[in-house]
Nanobody, 123 residues
């Protein structure tokens, strides 16, 4: 059974940084695509960033230049480095995974989800 566990969320002031981690287990994720999504209270889930099995990355325009997605295949880990955080970045952040060699930006494309980690950015 595939399991994804996020960590690294917390409370940070605007302009600060956080690094989220996603630990994957249950499968060999070298052929899996992975992604980060977020959901603010009262809003729909939003795509943040995605990374293919070969490491090709894609970031949403709202986070481009501030967030960086990466992965460590050997450790079955994925990361999201978040810099220059803004209050509008506040929300629950979820990691997702699916088999496939490309990257995917639609939540419905993913088969596996973590429980989420909360990020709160104060102004």
């Amino acid at each position: 059974q595939v399991q994804l566990v996020e960590s690294g969320g917390g409370l940070v002031q605007a302009g600060g940084s956080l690094r989220l981690s996603c630990a994957a287990s249950g499968r060999t994720f070298s052929t899996f695509a992975m992604g980060w999504f977020r959901q603010a209270p009262g809003k729909e889930r939003e795509f943040v960033a995605a990374i293919s099995s070969s490491g090709a990355a894609y970031h949403a325009n709202s986070v481009k230049g501030r967030f960086t997605i990466s992965r460590d295949i050997a450790k079955n880990m994925m990361y999201l480095q978040m810099n220059s955080l803004k209050p509008e970045d506040t929300g629950a952040y979820y990691c997702a995974a699916r088999s496939g060699t490309s990257y995917y930006i639609e939540g419905d494309d993913y088969d596996y989800w973590g429980q989420g980690t909360q990020v709160t950015v104060s102004s």
